[in-house]
């Protein structure tokens, strides 16, 4: 039977490397079938070493349908599944007008075993004309997309195409489950292909010097200190905030629990037996209050200095008449147990 394309893998027998398997001469045809008539009896007696050594040599003569079929039979009986599998494939793919419909069954059940056995993966590439490698092994184009039969385990991928970026992966195959794997190349940007300009013989002008638009622009940066000083002082006020919103609320609690505790509609009013504890229980109110007055002054503090910050980030500069320009954020404030105050000036 005649052959249309040739497998993966060139193969080596007796040092020599047959250029194209796919088209024999004649004399190589003849000494091919020899090879082939010789392996059948030993292949039906159960000696398939000695039978796929023939076998081999018959097919790197001849890439013939009828060789990769009995060669794969071979490989499979000898546990070399994964040579098996691409041998069956081949064998099923180039199959002739003559091949019964049994032995097209019988090539279809023997390839479906030995992929039990082995580790496949059907590789997708874009563009198609890339060319692919598995562990650095380049694959036949005929072979793509696959399946690509190979032995458990890690394997690296790779497409390579003119004009595109390569695009590599890694892939853990397991046995007797297929996978796929898309590989899309990315086309190299114009500018990065371009060939370079031949030398005129002119030289290029030099650099003009900076202009003061360029100087204006660079000295007129902000330093990030104000920043970092406002955005500490609006955390350190939401944070007092927070602080004295528990201390206040844990104050109001007492109070209200220890007058609770008193006999009486009002226990604490004039001429109470419990003076003792109603002054207690006062000061617990004026704690409350005073820490309310706290409260107010750290989210006033951290809201306003939050404010300035996003201010001084945000706003647009202007500057002097020598090229700088200046910004500042002025915060005053008093506190005391019976109010807060916060005075807050800034220019930017």
Aim: aromatic share 4%; net charge neutral; hydrophobic share 40%.
């Amino acid at each position: 039977m005649l052959v249309s394309s040739a497998i993966t893998t060139a193969l080596f027998v007796g040092g020599m490397v047959h250029a194209d398997p796919s088209h024999p001469d004649a004399v190589d045809q003849q000494r091919a079938h020899q090879l082939f008539e010789q392996a059948k009896p030993l292949q039906d007696s159960g000696k398939c070493d000695e039978a796929e050594k023939l076998l081999l040599e018959a097919w790197s003569l001849q890439h013939s349908p009828d060789v990769a079929a009995n060669l794969g039979m071979c490989q499979a009986t000898l546990g070399k599944y994964v040579e098996a599998a691409r041998s069956l494939r081949f064998a099923r793919r180039h199959a002739t007008v003559g091949t019964s419909d049994k032995q097209r069954n019988g090539l279809r059940r023997a390839l479906e075993a030995v992929e039990k056995h082995v580790a496949s993966v059907t590789v997708s590439v874009t563009p198609p004309q890339a060319k692919v490698t598995v562990d650095g092994n380049a694959v036949d184009q005929t072979d793509l997309p696959g399946p690509l039969f190979l032995t458990p385990g890690e394997h690296s991928l790779r497409a390579t195409a003119k004009g595109f970026d390569p695009e590599a992966r890694s892939v853990v195959l397991k046995e007797g489950k297929p996978q796929t794997v898309t590989l899309e190349l990315r086309a190299v940007p114009a500018a990065s292909s371009s060939t370079p300009v031949p030398h005129s013989g002119f030289r290029a002008a030099p650099a003009a010097p900076p202009t003061d638009e360029g100087t204006d622009r660079r000295s007129s940066s902000r330093p990030l200190w104000p920043a970092l000083v406002g955005g500490g002082l609006a955390l350190a006020g939401l944070g007092a905030g927070i602080g004295f919103s528990l201390a206040a609320s844990s104050a109001s609690s007492d109070h209200d629990a220890k007058l609770a505790a008193l006999a009486g509609p009002n226990p604490c009013g004039a001429g109470t037996p419990n003076a003792s504890a109603c002054a207690g229980i006062n000061r617990l109110d004026s704690r409350a209050a005073r820490d309310r007055n706290f409260v107010a002054a750290g989210f006033i503090v951290g809201g306003v200095s939050l404010v300035a910050t996003a201010a001084y980030l945000l706003w647009p500069r202007q500057g002097g008449s020598n090229g700088a320009s200046s910004s500042s954020l002025h915060l005053a404030g008093t506190l005391r147990a019976d109010f807060a105050t916060i005075d807050v000036s800034g220019s930017f």
